[in-house]
Each structure stands twice: as C-alpha cells, then as structure tokens.
C-alpha cells in the first residue's frame, strides 16, 4: 500500500504541476486579454480626446471669424454714425443761420408794416410794372414760415 499511496502522491504531484501550469496559462491569457483591453480602451481615450481638441480648434476658428465680422459691422456702423453726426453738425448750423435770416427778414416785415402804416402808401407803382410798391403788398401782413425746402441745401 505504501507503494501505491506513493504513486499516487506522484501523480498527484504531477497533476498539481499540470494543474498550476495550466492556471498559470489562463492567469497569462487574461493578463494579456486584459492589457489589449486597456490598450484599445486607451487609443479609443486618445482618439475622443482629440476629436475634442479638433472640435475646440474648429469652434475656436468659427468664433474667431464672427468675432471679425462684429469688429467690422462695428466699424462700419462707427464710420455711419460718425458721418450721420457731422452731416446733422451741419444741417443744425445752416438751421441757426436761416433761423436767423428767417427772424430778420420778419423784422425787416415789422418795420416796413410800422412804416407803411405811419407814411400810408408813397410809393407809386408805374404802369409798366418796373417799380413797385413793397407796401401794397398783400403778403407783407405775413410771417415768413420755415419749410422742408428752405432747410435743404
């Protein structure tokens, strides 16, 4: 019996070394599934990371060229507005000037109705219609009203 609990104390000797063998293989074979697993899961990692920098540098370019065309509507509204400011400087300049030729030419109306009033009508008018007299006229009782056409230049 000894004998025989001998050899099988020898075979399952070998049977554990077969055994440890074969775990040691499939320990192996996992190991190495796993690390193509982490590998590929890394490349997929760098691959989305760079399809994200590409997007960024894509949106970055994008914004880059609204961000010029605003500078540029910005600069064109500027130069319009500008041009608006001085033409309406002008426009109020020759405003005040007709104003005031406006407010003399009633004063100049005031005095020749005072006057037309105090000397009656002296001034004959010819036959032939050269000299007139600019107290018969109608229009003289008048005030001179500002137009849209008087402001135009």
């Known amino acids: 019996m000894a004998s025989s609990s001998g050899t099988s104390s020898g075979s399952s000797l070998l049977q554990n070394s077969g055994s440890e063998e074969d775990l040691q293989a499939v320990m192996d074979q996992r190991k190495r599934k796993r690390m193509i697993s982490n590998r590929e899961s890394a490349r997929r990692s760098r691959m989305r990371k760079q399809k994200h920098?590409?997007?960024?540098?894509?949106?970055?370019?994008?914004?880059?060229?609204?961000?010029?065309?605003?500078?540029?509507?910005?600069?064109?509204?500027?130069?319009?507005?500008?041009?608006?400011?001085?033409?309406?400087?002008?426009?109020?300049?020759?405003?005040?000037?007709?104003?005031?030729?406006?407010?003399?030419?009633?004063?100049?109306?005031?005095?020749?109705?005072?006057?037309s009033a105090a000397f009656g009508t002296t001034f004959t008018e010819p036959s032939n219609g050269f000299f007139f007299n600019p107290l018969s006229m109608s229009y003289l009782n008048q005030q001179i009203m500002p137009s849209a056409d008087m402001l135009q230049c």
Request: net charge negative; glycine share 2%.
């Open 53 to 115: 920098l590409d997007d960024l540098a894509s949106q970055v370019t994008q914004l880059r060229k609204e961000n010029q065309q605003i500078i540029t509507s910005v600069n064109i509204t500027t130069q319009q507005y500008l041009s608006v400011e001085a033409e309406n400087s002008v426009l109020r300049a020759q405003m005040g000037e007709l104003s005031n030729r406006l407010e003399s030419l009633n004063e100049i109306i005031e005095v020749l109705n005072a006057n």
